[in-house]
């Protein structure tokens, strides 16, 4: 009985077919819209969580804080100290690294070719903490770090701008006054969020950078990586004793540095990009709402139009609830096409937007199942009332009916 049912509402669909494409229009934009949304949000999300990874794995930053431009300060910031590296190395527990860094970007030559990169000073445990591999050459040896040799290596964008696929290792390069030999390339870690490439890098040891580059001892970051399973607010409230005490802040005073948990931001930009994701895709989902309202006024005109065919089906024995399932089959039937080809579009823009903007493409079975499933929820509830009208005309009157 269904089955014939639903052959019934294909045919009528066929024999109206520019009518039938008009009604899917509406469900077609409505589902294709929530569809790529979603789609390109999910994307936007996890495209914010690999460029958090790419920063580190559980990674806190320390920071000397800056006094507040136009406003009073009872604290004097102060630079990080080797004393306070020293203070969380020996401090600090359930950690996998802890590494300091001194930054500045800095002019790179190398024969007639050259470019401003970030200039880093640090150690090797940098690139535990900062999860960054070492793809070609070695790290620091132990004597190269004590004695501040000239030693570097060098990101993806400096390695292919002046040395193409070639091996750089052991050849030279001239880091503002200094000539650096090179060691090392790093892994690429491409283009950040925020439109930095991250590969214009090259690390050196920090005891020369501190006296050949910057000219003093200041660090200007530490970084620690915390244990897998280990609370990171936990490490965080550790970090600030740790150096309140090596910083010698009596109890009344301010904290002159600053902690960042990465996990935190993570969670917080996550966070923010789904409930954008959320509200966009409720917008579109306004645009379902109005495609359900043009199946009713389809409906409606089809059992207008179909009044006399109702009255011969009452005459000859069909109940009532026959032409309602008939009506309600054909508007769930006109929404569900309407449903499918929305979602075959929706991913096809989803998927076009991710690779313009660079962002993976995480379509959800789960979103596609809800889609279906709410487009032939619209087609039975909006047309519900057509069917119901057609199903209370009185025979004769339909009988009667030109």
Same mark, same amino acid.
């Given at each position: ?142 004597s190269e770090l004590r004695g501040g040799a000239n030693v570097c290596i060098i ?49 050196? @040891? ?17 970084? &620690? ?25 009596? @109890? ?125 929820? &619209? ?6 009332? @057509? ?7 009185? @025979? ?7």
């Amino acid at each position: 009985m269904l089955w014939e049912t639903v052959k019934l509402a294909l045919r009528s669909v066929r024999r109206n077919a520019l009518r039938s494409f008009l009604t899917l229009l509406g469900i077609v934009i409505g589902v294709a819209a929530v569809i790529a949304m979603i789609t390109i949000g999910s994307g936007t999300t996890e495209k914010v969580k690999q460029d958090i990874t790419k920063l580190g794995s559980n990674l806190l930053t320390v920071q000397a804080l800056r006094p507040m431009r136009g406003g009073d300060t009872n604290f004097t910031p102060r630079p990080l100290s080797d004393e306070d590296l020293r203070g969380l190395v020996d401090g600090l527990q359930n950690v996998d690294a802890v590494s300091a860094a001194a930054q500045r970007t800095v002019r790179i030559v190398y024969g007639a070719d050259n470019l401003s990169a970030q200039v880093t000073g640090t150690d090797n445990d940098f690139f535990i903490a900062r999860n960054w591999e070492i793809v070609s050459g070695r790290e620091f040896t132990e004597s190269e770090l004590r004695g501040g040799a000239n030693v570097c290596i060098i990101g993806q964008t400096i390695r292919s701008q002046f040395f193409g696929e070639g091996d750089p290792a052991e050849d030279s390069i001239r880091v503002g006054r200094l000539s650096c030999r090179v060691i090392g390339v790093l892994e690429s870690k491409g283009t950040s969020g925020f439109g930095q490439d991250q590969d214009a890098v090259l690390m050196m @040891p920090l005891t020369t950078f501190q006296r050949r580059i910057a000219g003093n001892r200041n660090i200007s970051q530490i970084y &620690i990586a915390v244990k897998d399973g280990i609370s990171t607010s936990e490490t965080v409230a550790n970090v600030k004793d740790i150096l309140r005490d090596t910083r010698r802040l009596s @109890p009344d005073q301010e904290d002159n540095f600053d902690v960042r948990d990465m996990t935190q931001i993570a969670d917080a930009m996550t966070s923010t990009t789904q409930v954008m994701t959320g509200m966009l895709g409720a917008l579109a989902g306004v645009s379902l709402l109005v495609g359900g309202i043009g199946i009713m006024n389809i409906m409606l005109v089809s059992v207008t139009e179909r009044t006399r065919e109702i009255g011969i089906r009452l005459a000859i024995g069909a109940h009532e609830r026959h032409i309602l399932v008939q009506f309600l089959v054909e508007a769930t039937v006109l929404s569900l096409l309407g449903g499918l080809i929305g979602i075959v579009i929706g991913l096809g823009l989803a998927a076009a937007a991710s690779m313009s903007l660079s962002i993976p493409f995480v379509p959800s079975m789960t979103v596609i199942a809800i889609a279906v499933g709410f487009s032939a929820l &619209i087609g039975m509830v909006f047309g519900f009332f @057509p069917a119901l009208r057609g199903a209370r005309l009185d @025979p004769i009157d339909a009988l009667r009916h030109e």
